[in-house]
Each structure stands twice: as structure tokens, then as C-alpha cells.
């Protein structure tokens, strides 16, 4: 069995829950981290005191982005662009490029939602969210310029580079912060929204 270690109120943790549904395999979860805390078990697992943590079978890995790639690398491998074997290399590090690139997104977006979904409202620093919408804004103007031309962050077809930022791009306009029109990742996110996996594991509320 796949087991996943990590609340699914977890940015990292839902892109490994709907990564695991994409990829077919039979999954389970456990609640770990924020309120639920960490076991000594799980710190044995993991010693970042973060999530997520995955087991499969006796292999243990923590850190998001590299369970997706393990994911894709051992169960779906459909998941990665796919491109002439001498050009193969290429097309996975396209792939590779928006899932680094995306942790640089959630530093970014980090203090507005932090903010906006775990400050009380009379509480909320305004100026410090107005900085990390702006910072969203630049970087999500690369993101749209990247889908004006392709329908998928790795070209025509839905892939493991569209995982990670397709998470942030639920809070960014769940959080519906004041910036410029991002008229192509709203349409990639409609394309998101249709993928049962990602409307039921990953387009949840924010808490």
C-alpha cells in the first residue's frame, strides 16, 4: 500500500494526494503535521517536522516535488512529456523546470495566504499582503505568457509539471487578490477543474 503522511489542508501534501489518484495507485493518507502534531514515528520517518512523508512498500521519501517524480517514474509515467528518445532528456527537464519554479511561487504567495486564511480579519497586515500580491502578480504574468501559446505547462497534453502550480493557482484565485488579468491561467484552470482528482482533492477550501 502507498501511504501518504500529511493534513490534506497542506499545499504539498494535496499535490501528492492528486498525483497519487492521476497516477492509479491504491493510496491511503494518515493525518500529520499543524494541529494533529508530529508522532515520534514520523519524526523517525522525517526530521523536518514538515509534510509530506510517503511510504511504499519499505521506501520512505519526504520533500513534494521528488515524490511526484517518483510517482510518475514508477507508476505513471504518462505523467512526463513525452518527446523523441534523443530528445527525451529535454522534455522532462521543461517538466522539472515549472516544478522548481513553483517553490519560488509559494514564497511569494505565502504571506497572503497566511494573512488572508489564518489571521483574523481585524489582525491582517494589509501592506504585507499588498507585497505578496504584487510578487504573485510578476511571477503569474510568466505563467501566463508560458500558456498563451500551449495548453498545458508542458505542451498539449496534462502532465507532472502542471501538479504543483495548478495547487497554488487554486489559492491564488480562491484568495481573488487584486493584480492583472491572467487570462490564460484562467482558462488552465478551468482545464484543472474538469480533472475529478484535482476538483475533489485539491480545488478544496482553504483553511
Known amino acids: ?49 514538515l509534510v509530506p512523508t510517503i511510504q511504499d512498500g519499505e521506501f520512505v521519501l519526504w520533500e513534494s516535488n521528488a515524490i511526484l517524480r517518483y510517482l510518475a517514474d514508477a507508476y505513471a ?11 527525451a532528456p529535454q522534455a522532462r527537464a521543461k517538466a522539472d523546470r515549472w516544478m522548481d519554479w513553483q517553490v ?28 505578496s500580491a504584487q510578487a504573485c502578480v510578476a511571477m503569474m504574468g510568466i505563467l501566463d505568457a508560458e500558456l498563451a501559446h500551449q495548453p498545458w505547462l508542458t505542451g498539449d497534453y496534462f502532465g507532472i509539471a502542471d501538479i504543483p502550480m495548478g495547487v497554488y493557482a487554486h489559492t491564488w484565485f480562491t484568495l481573488n487578490l487584486p493584480g492583472a488579468e491572467m487570462p490564460h491561467v484562467a482558462a488552465w484552470y478551468a482545464r484543472l477543474l474538469t480533472r475529478p482528482a ?8 482553504l483553511t
Open 198 to 205: 484535482f476538483a475533489r482533492l485539491a480545488a478544496v477550501p
Open 77 to 87: 509515467p504518462r505523467l512526463w512529456p513525452t518527446a523523441p528518445q534523443t530528445r
Open 104 to 131: 519560488a511561487y509559494a514564497d511569494a504567495q505565502r504571506d497572503a495566504f497566511l494573512q488572508c486564511v489564518r489571521v483574523a480579519p481585524e489582525a491582517r497586515d494589509a501592506a504585507l499582503i499588498a507585497r
Open 1 to 49: 500500500m502507498f501511504t501518504i503522511w500529511g493534513r490534506l489542508n497542506s499545499h504539498n501534501v494535496k499535490k501528492v494526494v492528486w498525483a497519487a489518484e492521476e497516477s492509479g495507485v491504491e493510496w491511503q493518507r494518515h493525518d500529520v503535521g499543524g494541529s494533529f502534531g508530529y508522532t515520534h514515528e514520523y519524526l523517525a520517518m522525517n526530521p523536518n517536522r
